[in-house]
C-alpha cells in the first residue's frame, strides 16, 4: 500500500507537527515499527532542513526523523529491498 499510495501521517502529532517515522537503521516491534518489510527511503539533501526533523537521543545507537508525509511524497522515492539487499546493508 504504501509503494502504491505513499506515506500518511501518524495520528499522534509531536510538537514539530504529524509525521511519518523514518530512521538510517532497519527497527523491529521493539522500536515500534510494525511489519517485516524493509522499505528504503531517498530524500535528496536539499528538499528541506532535515535537522530540523530530526529527534534527537544521545542513548539510541540510529538516528531517527519525523518528516510530514507530504515531503516524502513530493520529493522522496521509496522502495522494498529484497531480503539479499537488507543482508548486505545490514549484515547479522
Same mark, same amino acid.
Given at each position: 500500500?504504501?509503494?502504491?499510495?505513499?506515506?500518511?501521517?501518524? =495520528?499522534?502529532?509531536?510538537?514539530?507537527?504529524?509525521? !511519518?517515522? @523514518?530512521? /538510517?537503521?532497519?527497527? %523491529?516491534?521493539?522500536? =515500534?515499527?510494525?511489519?517485516?518489510?524493509?522499505?528504503? !527511503?531517498? @530524500?535528496? /539533501?536539499?528538499?528541506? %532542513?532535515?535537522?530540523?526533523?530530526?529527534?534527537?537521543?544521545?542513548?539510541?545507537?540510529?538516528?531517527?526523523?519525523?518528516?510530514?508525509?507530504?515531503?516524502?511524497?513530493?520529493?522522496?522515492?521509496?522502495?522494498?529491498?529484497?531480503?539479499?539487499?537488507?543482508?548486505?546493508?545490514f549484515p547479522v
Amino acid at each position: 500500500m504504501i509503494l502504491r499510495e505513499g506515506f500518511l501521517d501518524s =495520528g499522534s502529532p509531536l510538537p514539530i507537527g504529524e509525521g !511519518v517515522y @523514518l530512521s /538510517d537503521y532497519p527497527l %523491529d516491534c521493539n522500536e =515500534g515499527a510494525k511489519g517485516w518489510q524493509l522499505l528504503e !527511503v531517498t @530524500l535528496p /539533501d536539499d528538499c528541506c %532542513d532535515f535537522s530540523y526533523y530530526e529527534l534527537v537521543e544521545e542513548e539510541k545507537p540510529y538516528r531517527e526523523w519525523f518528516i510530514p508525509a507530504e515531503i516524502i511524497k513530493r520529493f522522496g522515492s521509496i522502495r522494498l529491498l529484497s531480503i539479499e539487499e537488507e543482508d548486505e546493508l545490514f549484515p547479522v
